[in-house]
């Protein structure tokens, strides 16, 4: 069995939860598919600078994309960028497309997407390509203090 930062932290919190371990994916519906949910139910991490050294993550289900405009309205800020792949790895421990609030280098704030709570179990990742954590949304809620937001909308690429 795998073992990362994010799963020593899950366990450690003691949240109910079940790894799952694929190839790494090539997209999120690949990824729903080789997990075997639901491709809403797979939340993707976003690393979202709000300035120097200032950082959150916010997590978006699959099918649908943050609104740039709702998260800045959220957030009461005009300006808003997404660090690029070197910066999320150095600011998180995490590669792009294995970033997680848990056992990330730096405790910050989280919101997730509204619509993520209509799912019984999330898929979240697990700190390693190909791992993911299935968990409860409201775990996310209650152990990573995250706020419950509607922030996205439809990914019109998505059919």
Sequence with gaps: MVDTPAIQAVERLGIEHRVVQTRPANSAEESAELQ?????????????????????????PGGRRFDWPKLRGHLGVSRLSLPDAEEARAVTGYERGAI???GATSAWPVLIDASAMEHPLVAIGGGMRGVNLHLAPADLVTHLDAQVVD?????????
């Design 151 to 159: 922030i996205s909308v439809p990914d019109p690429e998505v059919t």
């Design 100 to 102: 997680t609030p848990f």
């Design 36 to 60: 075997g949910t639901e491709l809403g139910a797979l939340l993707r991490t976003i690393v979202v600078r709000r300035g120097s050294d200032d950082y959150l993550f916010v997590l978006v």
